[in-house]
């Protein structure tokens, strides 16, 4: 299903051979937990129980990309949650997910509509790149909006930010006024039973090696580099992309993952990526952008 922040893989999160199929289909490591779409907040609180912070950031940010990892009530399986005692939850903005939700009645686990490991998929094209017959069915929304997952935070007993995504950390300060916290890598691994892959280093990977450009050195010019910019256009020999020539963060992460698919396309051997400013949005790109390079 799409959603605004990528196309999503999904399956009745009440029903745990559904959601098996899900890790079998994208090869997902079970430790990993997933995402519970639901499409009313009283239906997030039937399997996630809120808080006062977490009302206060689903009443500003939903349907959005803000994801909540909240204390999980009984009715979610396991396998779901990955034996967490909570769960993440939120409300997508796309219309079609509201409607596929609304439809089945249920909540709707939903990771990204990915293999394992690799780039997440933007339009439905990218689905049906990846998934040829192993989906029963791609609903195609148009390209997703945001184009980054949703944020993941950890509202209590402080406000930590375990991913950055979608809603950026001074728009959740500013929802709450007060500070949020950014898990570092080793300390999110804290509250997972084990690293969660959607965390790890190694993650959203092109194909082709990935390495980051140094601050400032030369970009290669050579047809075996393709090289994916921010907002000038590298000069140069090699395949490029520019993500956004105004500079528009928003811009860059709608059009990033397509970027990275179309440069691991051509017939270069590896590719160097420059990071973006590390601010709003940017912090969510160059996660990605890091972790696709292998660096946590
Ligand atoms: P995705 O692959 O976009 O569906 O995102 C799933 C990611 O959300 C996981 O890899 C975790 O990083 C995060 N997540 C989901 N549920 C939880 C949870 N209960 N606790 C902590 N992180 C979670
Ligand atoms: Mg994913």
Request: net charge neutral.
């Amino acid at each position: 299903m799409p959603t605004e922040t990528v196309y999503g893989l999904a399956a009745d999160a009440l029903d745990a051979q559904a959601v098996l199929r899900i890790f079998a289909a994208k090869g997902r490591p079970r430790f990993d937990p997933l995402i519970v779409h639901v499409a009313e907040v009283e239906q997030a609180w039937t399997v996630a129980q809120p808080s006062d912070r977490a009302r206060r950031l689903a009443a500003r940010f939903w349907p959005g990309p803000l994801t909540l990892v909240l204390p999980r009530r009984a009715v979610i399986p396991d396998v779901v949650t990955s034996g967490l005692e909570t769960v993440g939850v939120r409300i997508p903005d796309h219309p079609l997910a509201l409607a596929l939700i609304r439809a089945s009645g249920r909540p709707l686990a939903a990771p990204s509509a990915n293999l394992f490991g690799r780039i997440s998929p933007t339009t439905a094209e990218h689905v049906r790149e990846q998934f040829a017959s192993a989906v029963a069915r791609v609903l195609d929304g148009g390209p997703c909006r945001v184009g980054v997952e949703s944020t993941v935070v950890r509202p209590d007993p402080s406000p930590l930010i375990l991913r950055p995504g979608g809603v950026t950390r001074e728009q959740l300060e500013a929802s709450l006024a007060e500070p949020v916290a950014i898990a570092e890598r080793d300390a999110r691994a804290d509250h997972l039973p084990r690293e969660a892959p959607g965390l790890l280093a190694s993650h959203y990977a092109p194909r082709m090696p990935l390495s980051l450009r140094e601050d400032g050195a030369p970009w290669p010019s050579d047809p075996t580099v393709a090289r994916l910019a921010f907002s000038q256009a590298p000069p140069g020999a090699g395949p490029s992309e520019v993500l956004s020539p105004t500079g528009d963060l928003g811009i860059a992460a709608a059009r990033l993952f397509a970027a990275l698919r179309r440069l691991d396309a051509t017939t270069a051997t590896r590719m160097v990526a420059e990071l973006v400013p590390e601010t709003g949005l940017g912090q969510a790109i160059n996660d990605r952008l890091r972790r696709a390079a292998g660096l946590g």
